[in-house]
């Protein structure tokens, strides 16, 4: 056969011509400008090629609309590529620009999130060998979308390795990082157990394999950030020329500026006297479970433990306590717990023992100050709960809240962080506790406009009419900020005035601490964040539930230990204080990395702990929801929203 055939021909072979029809999908990728243009034909716009074109014929017209087709792939514009493919069935073609037709249909479908067909087509233009076929930037594009089209296939090691040979075509450093950026994103996305079943199938591929190890250890150490990058290191000793040693990912990048620490010397600021006694009890009990390994590290003796000493924080100056500590030669402070006496801290410029604050301040500091703050504030929860609203495109919400300071804190945060998301308050009430709830109820919901309108239109007709109790229209969930006790009585009068139909979500204050029993039958289907200490220990898990979210598992045997010793940290409020006892402690060897490892947490008892840029632990709590006497385990937010993305991408 001759060299040069028509398009149709090979379509009518091919069958592919029903596949040109229709608007391009939505996109499922973000790789624009991934590969930039590799020689001055390149850079042209696609509009200029059609330009050419137009003022060409036979093969040298298909050239120019194909390199319009390209052109329009790099920068994203799909919706331009349908007319000159088309073009092109009524010219004759070289093999290569055959090849080259089949590349961009393919990259078309794969746009489309026709996978399967894509990758028929793909693999009908790559030779067994894996023989470049193409001029650089066609090349670097087929493995481009060949990778796309197996990650949105669910094939991740396949797609990995056109990644990886795509690397060895790229020259400029942003591409590369880029790349390599792709590359951990797919690993990440599978299972360990599924990276496992290739890991050992794939020995003869030590790049891939040094890939997949690399994922597994993040997988492994996940939530456990000084561990993390003690297995990092390992890794690279095993794998000294992997290209990951060159250039990592962006989320392990920051490993060489992490320093470990153990300090010999801890002291521990908490009020023994006072009325914070109490709460610092609780506290002090969470450190010494931690110090003595009541839990995850059981397995340490004592004595490869660290000194701790506690002082009492109850006084006038806690310069002068400092002092002492320094004075006593204190390696690392956790505490104090007021937040005058942070404060006092944080005003002496003379700091240089690292201190871990037991609370938060609302205003920015100097991060140059060895100062680091942790603590539970009603802030916090209320921003995760407007994210939640955010996450289930919920922009309008009404709010119920204590007439209390807590309440108006908690408002405040809520309608800040909502109103960033672009969502906004559209009606908030406040409530006095044992009062009339009803009324406040009826209000959030505007039930007596309703009957207004109604005695308005009945005045104006002047004849009895059909009149039913309607609320308002203009809300799509509901925050109920309250303590059980009022919640029991708020979640009843929202349902029995026409808002059974909304979601409502609450913060840990709902929550009693204690195994749901019948009372929480009026809390049914509420949903809220509360610490895994508390929450996870009766959870029934969702549908969507896997392995990895039953993270705190083993926690059970602590709790039956912890009972017997201190039955009062296990549920209620001083189990929470426990818990944040607990996390401070474990923190102190964590923070250098998590400083290090901007992206990285601490899988801890009071949720999952982040450390931003001034110095202040993060929580990220997960969701559950009152379903009749028990709780219903849903997760983290973050881990939602990635399930979702990755379907998506």
């Not at 300090?263 to 109490?278: D, E, H, R, Y």
């Not at 660290?306 to 002082?311: D, G, S, T």
């Not at 495109?393 to 204590?402: F, I, R, S, T, Y």
Request: with cysteine; proline share 4%; glycine share 4%.
């Amino acid at each position: 056969m001759n060299n040069k055939m028509t398009i149709a021909f090979k379509i009518s072979t091919l069958g592919l011509l029903a596949l040109l029809v229709g608007c391009p999908g939505k996109p499922v990728h973000d790789d624009k400008q991934l590969i930039q243009p590799v020689s001055v034909e390149d850079s042209r716009s696609g509009h200029d090629w059609i330009n050419l074109a137009n003022q060409s014929s036979g093969t040298l017209r298909a050239e120019y609309l194909l390199n319009s087709v390209a052109a329009f792939i790099r920068n994203n514009d799909f919706v331009f590529t349908d007319k000159p493919m088309a073009s092109v069935f009524t010219l004759p073609l070289t093999d290569t620009q055959i090849k080259r037709w089949k590349l961009y249909q393919g990259i078309l479908l794969t746009h489309e999130e026709k996978f399967e067909q894509a990758l028929k087509l793909f693999a009908e233009i790559t030779p067994d060998n894996n023989e470049q076929v193409f001029k650089a930037s066609d090349q670097q594009l087929l493995l481009l979308w060949y990778s796309n089209a197996y990650r949105l296939s669910g094939n991740f090691i396949e797609a990995a390795k056109k990644r990886i040979a795509l690397s060895k075509l790229l020259i400029i450093k942003q591409q590369q990082q880029k790349n390599i950026d792709a590359i951990w994103h797919i690993l990440n996305i599978p299972t360990a157990e599924y990276l496992s079943l290739f890991n050992q199938s794939t020995l003869s591929d030590r790049v891939l394999v040094g890939w997949i190890e690399l994922a597994l250890i993040n997988k492994r150490y996940a939530g456990q950030p000084r561990e993390l990058m003690q297995a990092i290191e390992v890794w690279k000793s095993r794998f000294s020329a992997h290209p990951a040693q060159q250039m990592m990912p962006t989320d392990l990048s920051s490993i060489s500026k992490a320093q470990l620490i153990h300090p010999v010397k801890i002291a521990v600021f908490l009020p023994q006297t006072g009325k914070l006694a109490a709460s610092g009890k609780y506290i002090r009990k969470g450190i010494e479970a931690a110090f003595y390994k009541l839990s995850e590290k059981s397995d340490n003796t004592i004595q490869s433990q660290p000194e701790l000493k506690f002082y009492n924080s109850n006084v006038e100056d806690i310069q002068s306590l400092y002092l002492q500590a320094k004075n006593d030669g204190m390696e690392f402070i956790v505490g104090p717990l007021r937040k005058s006496a942070i404060t006092s801290l944080i005003e002496n410029a003379n700091i240089d023992i690292p201190v871990l604050a037991l609370n938060m301040l609302n205003k920015p500091d100097n991060s140059e100050i060895p100062i680091y703050q942790f603590g539970l504030p009603v802030e916090n929860e209320a921003r995760q709960v407007a994210e939640k609203f955010w996450s289930k495109k919920l922009n309008q919400a009404a709010v119920l809240v204590p007439d209390t300071t807590l309440g108006d804190r908690a408002l405040k945060a809520f309608k800040e962080q909502l109103q960033r998301l672009d969502g906004k308050v559209t009606i908030a009430r406040h409530y006095v506790s044992g009062q009339d709830y009803s009324k406040v109820v009826r209000a959030l919901l505007a039930i007596d406009d309703s009957k207004k309108r109604y005695q308005e239109l009945k005045k104006l007709l002047g004849t009895s009419i059909e009149f039913e109790e309607r609320r308002r229209q203009d809300i799509k969930g509901i925050f109920l900020f309250s303590n059980a006790e009022d919640g029991r009585r708020l979640k009843p009068l929202i349902d029995y005035y026409y808002a059974q139909d909304l979601p409502v979500f609450s913060t840990s204050r709902i929550y009693h601490g204690a195994s749901p029993g019948r009372r929480d039958r009026d809390l049914n289907k509420v949903y809220f964040i509360d610490i895994p200490w508390l929450v996870s220990q009766n959870k029934t898990p969702s549908k969507s539930s896997t392995p990895q979210q039953n993270i705190y598992s083993k926690t059970a045997i602590d709790k039956e230990k912890l009972k017997k010793i201190w039955p009062k940290t296990v549920t209620g409020k001083n189990a929470r204080l426990f818990a944040f006892g607990f996390d401070a402690f474990n923190l102190i060897e964590q923070l250098s990395v998590l400083e290090a490892f901007t992206h990285q947490y601490l899988k801890g008892k009071t949720g999952r702990l982040y450390l931003n840029s001034q110095k202040k632990i993060a929580r990220d709590l997960p969701w559950v929801q009152f379903n009749k006497e028990k709780i219903r385990w849903i997760g983290y937010l973050d881990d939602q929203n990635k399930e979702e993305t990755d379907r998506k991408k």
